[in-house]
């Protein structure tokens, strides 16, 4: 498998979005384009060359784009923890109540929240983009394996909370 067939699949098994995996695509093959089409949002970031680009970077930026990622501080309050991945389509769709997910750190609520989706077939996932953030992802358990073997494979770890 290619780099970008690689990136297409853990993009399809995160989201559902058409969106999302051009994006990636672009990171992935032509950093310097993509770095010239979202170069602000990357200055942010404190990307500033092409050769700093990264395909778990635009997937990120791409699922937060596309209302699919809860990107969390790592000492984000529970209550905002709850209210960004109850604001996930999915969840939104599962029609969960996450208000008793309980206060702890974003782990331990995060860890709440999937126990709380598990019977709608859902949990959530870190995309580790190798910084102290939580890109927070709900996707159906059953894509759970070869989501993180497909991460594995563009050497992106996916993180569960189950």
Same mark, same amino acid.
């Not at 994006?23 to 032509?30: I, K, M, N, P």
């Given at each position: ?11 399809? *098994?995160?989201? #559902?979005?058409?969106?999302? /995996?051009?994006? =990636?695509? *672009?990171? !992935? ?10 170069? #602000? ?5 404190? @990307? ?8 778990? +970077? ?7 784009? /596309?209302? &699919?990622?809860?990107?969390l501080d790592w000492k ?8 960004? $991945? ?13 208000? %008793? ?5 974003? &782990?331990? !609520?995060?860890?709440? @929240? ?8 859902? !949990? =959530? ?7 102290? /953030?939580?890109?927070? !992802?709900? +996707? ?7 989501? $993180?073997?497909?991460?594995? /494979? %563009?050497?992106?770890? $996916?993180?569960?909370?189950?």
């Amino acid at each position: 498998m290619t780099d970008l067939a690689a990136w297409d699949r853990f993009a399809a *098994l995160l989201t #559902d979005d058409p969106g999302v /995996a051009p994006q =990636v695509r *672009l990171a !992935v093959a032509d950093p310097a384009g993509y770095l010239a089409a979202h170069e #602000d949002a990357l200055l942010q970031r404190g @990307i500033e060359e092409a050769d700093e680009v990264e395909g778990v +970077v635009a997937l990120v930026d791409a699922l937060q784009g /596309a209302g &699919e990622v809860a990107y969390l501080d790592w000492k984000e309050e529970a209550d905002e923890v709850r209210a960004q $991945v109850a604001g996930l389509p999915r969840v939104r769709a599962a029609g969960v109540a996450l208000d %008793v997910a309980g206060e702890g750190s974003v &782990e331990q !609520v995060a860890r709440a @929240i999937s126990r709380l989706l598990a019977p709608a077939g859902l !949990v =959530v996932v870190q995309v580790d983009e190798d910084s102290d /953030a939580y890109p927070l !992802v709900a +996707v159906p358990v059953d894509r759970l394996p070869a989501l $993180v073997a497909a991460g594995a /494979a %563009v050497d992106v770890s $996916v993180r569960t909370f189950g």
